[in-house]
């Protein structure tokens, strides 16, 4: 049975040691093939040819005439493709829809952002939309010569992520809809296209290249109209039993407090919420919650009091809550991030105040409160990256692209 | 320089070997060393060589006189030594102090337990008592032959593991005592001896051999007079960037509520427990706790209402809380462990209530109330197990004992 079995190893090595070269390179920028060799302790015929086959999957690209001239001539080296794999984050928020691409080697390529209030339009309204914009970014990158590789939909919601469907956003007033295949047959592309939860995504991206660099243990709140978050734990975001874990904004918090759109009482994000902040503060009018979040941030640098004291009662509650969960977790860091990001400044010191009390530990070891870095593109960020890492970790996936 | 790495290798190969076959052993009983080749993968010369070792550490034994006189005498079986290597968990809970001990097979050899409100004894004289306590176990078990491994020691709060120091442990008032070395000290042994959280242990257990084999994400919740918990999160304990996780004792309920004895407000043990759900159904007096609680048990039982009342009551905080877990962590079940344990039919109901209305995702997975399998006993076996897993683990570990 022998011969069964080598030839799949043999291809499976292989496969393995594209993404050690091609890592390498998307680390470690561009490199000779005898450097590759000495990088990755492969030998150099090898290199050869995973380089070769990495270049006819327009991963990676000869570096152009530059020492072509030169006595010696060492070869060419190789660099990512300009022209090579681009990944797509897309998302649904409660008031924009966005699209983001980037290349391997992290560099944003396009970003398309369109604002207005989605509560209360037709789903299919909002997907024909996104899909609109969609298939014109991958126009637009095609006709630049790139490849993109694959989606993920950022969603404000449960997500069943196996299956690509939206299970709920009470803050959408979505339930229960086919994300992946409606968005997917929309776009009419044969790109992959996978759906999760945008507080999880906004967590990987901070973890990846944000906040939580180095972090191994924090939470990331994504605060918008309602508060999901990302719990990374040993550097790893934690799934729970089925994709569900995160729900922040679902923390109880005051258990005979305001009826909240999930169905609860005195949660968290019906105390702590951009709707609950402004409503606070008594800014209303028609604006998008996250337009009226940049006057709530004016007002409270022009020491309006009742912008101030409604940011200091939200911070009393993300406190009462993080305080909860750092209690049940050990964490390092609270990362605020989303909406209540720019807001971090005034909610950090009532937060810090509630988590010195209330965490058990905390003569030991309380919480840092650290403002999220990547600010409103996190999720699409994360969104993009969670293909690129794929790329990354299997570079022949891309083969049946166009 | 291969000859200094050769050497190590074959000694790390060779100890990593030992306690394959050991466990084989421990897991599927006694065995020839025929067929422990066959169930391990390694060649017959190498399990024979490795079984002299393992009977020469006392960790396994011939199996006696059997089949000694058969046609053909396929040479005997081996099995875990009887007299072989024992592991001791101990425990200073609220109102009792326990010793406990297992065999490698899990098979329980002493129990010692002796109980009384240790709230307001002098540090001193407990550690004295408990240190008494185990060396009559170490003293009875080497009488008997076995070969004690090492001990851990479950305590109810806050544990810096590495130091082996009790941080604080609000419901004995007991602070920063350096339990290991004094423990150690008046113990006088060269025991290996360690400490660990009360709840970790008693999660640990559960999810060995208790109501958590086969959950993967589940709470543990360790119900005495305080109440901590151990968080199970893909089938392994959860121990934060500290090791101060699982304090579900301490997430806030109702922050305006009644002051804890951590200084913080509303607190979950503060409304759910043992004291608490005491206090409610009117059962006061001098006895301890865990007895008092058994007096609930047979109020309960026998309808009356104050009694059912207090753990209605109770049953719904512990909702509240457990409901924030769920939406965080996206758990499976909740397992109800430690004097709250033989409450659960009785707390479950009003639990399950909350849950279904206060997480995200009830209508997909709502997590399930189980009452935990071991009991009061679950801290020290979980003790005792993290010993023997250790043995298990590495045999050679258990050569410089006594």
Redesign the interface.
């Known amino acids: 049975m022998e011969h069964h079995i080598a030839p799949t190893t043999q291809r499976s090595v292989r496969r393995h040691n594209l993404g050690v070269v091609l890592r390498a390179v998307a680390e470690g920028g561009p490199r000779w093939r005898a450097t590759l060799a000495t990088d990755t302790g492969l030998n150099k015929s090898t290199v050869s040819s995973l380089v070769a086959e990495l270049i006819d999957l327009g991963l990676l690209a000869e570096r152009g005439a530059e020492r072509r001239g030169s006595v010696g001539r060492p070869g060419l080296a190789v660099e990512i493709a300009e022209d090579g794999a681009v990944a797509l984050g897309l998302e649904v928020g409660v008031d924009w829809l966005a699209v983001h691409a980037a290349d391997l080697t992290g560099t944003v390529r396009l970003e398309r952002r369109e604002g207005g209030d989605l509560r209360g339009r037709p789903v299919t309204a909002v997907l024909d939309q996104l899909a609109e914009m969609t298939r014109a970014a991958l126009d637009e990158l095609r006709a630049a010569g790139m490849r993109p590789a694959g989606a993920v939909v950022a969603l404000p919601g449960?997500v069943?992520a196996r299956a690509g469907t939206l299970?709920?956003a009470?803050n959408l007033g979505w339930n229960d809809v086919a994300v992946r295949a409606e968005l997917g047959e929309r776009i009419g592309d044969s790109l992959p296209l996978e759906a999760d939860n945008e507080a999880n995504l906004s967590a990987l991206a901070e973890l990846w290249e944000g906040a939580g660099r180095g972090v191994?243990?924090f939470l990331h709140v994504s605060g918008e109209v309602g508060i999901g978050?990302g719990?990374v734990?040993g550097g790893r975001l934690?799934?729970?039993?089925?994709?569900?874990?995160?729900?922040?904004g679902?923390?109880?918090?005051?258990?005979g407090g305001p009826l909240c759109a999930?169905?609860?009482?005195g949660?968290l994000e019906s105390r702590a919420g951009l709707e609950a902040i402004l409503g606070a503060a008594g800014i209303t009018g028609n604006a998008a919650p996250a337009a009226r979040a940049g006057e709530l941030a004016e007002r409270a640098r022009a020491g309006d009091a009742d912008a101030l004291a409604a940011l200091h009662e939200a911070g009393r509650w993300l406190g009462?809550?993080a305080?909860?969960?750092a209690?049940?977790?050990?964490?390092?860091a609270i990362v605020i991030g989303g909406a209540l990001g720019p807001l971090a400044e005034w909610l950090a010191e009532p937060l810090e105040r509630e988590l010195r009390?209330?965490?058990?530990?905390a003569?030991?070891?309380v919480p840092s409160v650290l403002p999220a870095r990547l600010g409103p593109e996190a999720a699409v960020r994360g969104a993009a990256t969670q293909v690129l890492r794929r790329v990354l970790e299997d570079p022949a996936s891309v083969r049946t692209l166009v």
Do not use: K, Y
């Open positions: 449960l069943d299970l709920v009470p191994r243990d978050a719990v734990i934690l799934r729970g039993a089925h994709g569900f874990g995160g729900e922040f679902h923390v109880t918090v005051d258990p999930c169905g609860s009482r949660c009462v809550a305080g909860s969960a209690n049940l977790l050990d964490l390092s009390t209330r965490v058990l530990a003569s030991w070891a």
